[in-house]
């Protein structure tokens, strides 16, 4: 079924492609937090269609689950409750603008580069070919992955786990603003640290001393 000269598949590309173009470009240039953090949301289903497309099923799940029901969530979250002070946040940025068109630029022709008609073109990328109906995705990206890149995957995951400890380093420092409490020495507070007390002698009201002073007055 074509439509215009396309199928279907093909108009449900460049509709899904165009609608992540415009969500990237809105993460990036908008000006409020809350409405960047929802186009990356747009932007990761989208993404998750195009892989969808390419049949990469278990992919495009796990985009969605992790990133956009985990990650973006907890973001969107924080951005929401942080007083952000976006003005303090803008100073300095026409400052870098000299530096950071050169390389933007350079990033850019890289990746055209790249990811260009040489070689990704119509005729270097063969369409996959059709598979069974007890074909896993999820099983066959598993066997390449602990296979053919078990050395890429453990770097990764190395690098994870020092992203995670400099996280917790930098969480756990010591600040002048931060109150903060130890575990330790609070198992180790007695009875005689926190409650002290006073023995005194009772102090008792004359009542009818003060009856016979307010009738004098």
Known sequence: ?????????????????????IAALRVITTRNP???????????????????????EFLAIALVLVYVGAVMVLFLFVVMMLDINLDKLREGFWNALPVALPVGGLMAVEMVMIVGVR???????VAPAAKPADYSNTAELGRVLYTDYLLAFELASVVLLVAIVAAIAL?????????????AKQVLVKKADR?????MDAVVENTD??????EVK
Do not use: C
Not at 3 to 13: A, N, P, T
Not at 119 to 125: I, L, Q, S, T
Not at 209 to 214: G, K, P, R
């Open 1 to 21: 079924m074509t439509f215009f000269g396309l199928h279907f598949q093909d108009i449900v590309f460049y509709t899904l492609a165009i609608i992540l173009l």
């Open 34 to 56: 809350v409405y960047a953090a929802l186009y990356l949301v747009l932007a990761f289903f989208t993404a998750a269609g195009i892989w969808l497309l390419l049949q990469a």
């Open 195 to 199: 409650l002290r007390i006073v023995k």
């Open 209 to 214: 001393a003060s009856a016979n002073a307010e």
């Open 119 to 125: 070689n990704f073109g119509v005729d270097k990328v």
């Open 171 to 183: 969480t756990l420092r010591e600040r002048r603003e931060s109150k903060s409490m130890d575990p």
